[in-house]
């Protein structure tokens, strides 16, 4: 079964909007972490935004947001005030509480931002 | 901030030979590698977890004869492609992790291999 579910495989998005890419997850594990990563074409792995299972608040970094919905194991994030560099694709990853803290990868979405 | 640093950023290689690929930290000890293998518009595939001084430990489906991994110090992990074939080309990646917090993983900026 699928633990990362990223739904969209690509998106277009206008300049300046707002865009929110979907994340759920699934764990039986009480304590986890979940990220978001972004991989412009260059291939490097960007870290963007990091969400604990125990955190009371939802993730904020910059523009980036984390729409934490525990009970529903959403995970959304969610970019304000697009920019064309924005344009990439982005990974919403989970790491369980145990082991050797590897993570478990979304399929991804591809953002694009249109000027 | 944490480094990783990967070299060769791309190679070409002929059918036949082998290839390394390293991943150096530059300025942390890199407890855990993890190291991936991506296709064109594809998410990331972990290959194999490493920890220093201990043998890799490999997912199923990836031939440990072939995927040669050695992290035999904290802040070098290698992965070396043995008798490399076409189906070998692909993205490859390392990430390093540090601790189990948010900023647990430092990856490096990927090898792309193309097998001639």
């Known amino acids: 079964a699928q633990k990362i579910t990223q739904t969209q495989p690509g998106m277009f998005v206008q300049e300046k909007e707002a865009v929110t890419l979907d994340c759920t997850y699934d764990?039986?594990?009480?304590?986890?972490?979940l990220f978001w990563y972004k991989q412009p074409s260059s291939g490097e792995m960007i870290f963007l935004i990091y969400?604990?299972?125990?955190d009371q608040q939802n993730a904020t970094e910059g523009r980036y947001s984390l729409n934490f919905q525990k009970a529903r194991k959403s995970a959304n994030l969610v970019i304000s005030a697009s920019q064309l560099g924005d344009s990439a694709m982005y990974f919403c990853?989970?790491?369980?509480?145990?082991?050797?803290?590897?993570?478990?990868w979304g399929a991804g979405t591809k953002l694009i931002i249109k000027p | 901030g944490a480094v990783v640093s990967q070299h060769p950023s791309r190679v070409i290689c002929k059918s036949g030979t082998s290839v390394k690929i390293e991943c150096r930290s530059l300025?942390?000890?890199?407890?855990?590698m993890f190291w991936y293998r991506q296709f064109p518009k594809q998410s990331l595939m972990l290959m194999a977890t490493?920890?220093?001084?201990?043998?890799?430990?490999?997912e199923q489906g990836v031939e440990k004869d072939k995927f040669l991994i050695n992290h035999a110090s904290l802040t070098l992990s290698t992965l070396t492609v043995t008798s490399a074939h076409p189906e070998d080309s692909s993205f490859y990646i390392c990430?390093?992790?540090?601790?189990?917090?948010?900023?647990?993983?430092?990856f490096g900026s990927g090898t792309r291999l193309t097998v001639v």
């Open positions: 990853a989970m790491r369980e509480g145990g082991g050797n803290y590897q993570l478990i």
């Open positions: 490493s920890n220093e001084g201990s043998k890799a430990t490999y």
């Open positions: 969400q604990g299972s125990y």
């Open positions: 764990t039986s594990d009480p304590s986890y972490g």
């Open positions: 300025d942390f000890q890199a407890t855990t």
């Open positions: 990430s390093a992790s540090r601790a189990s917090g948010k900023y647990g993983y430092t």
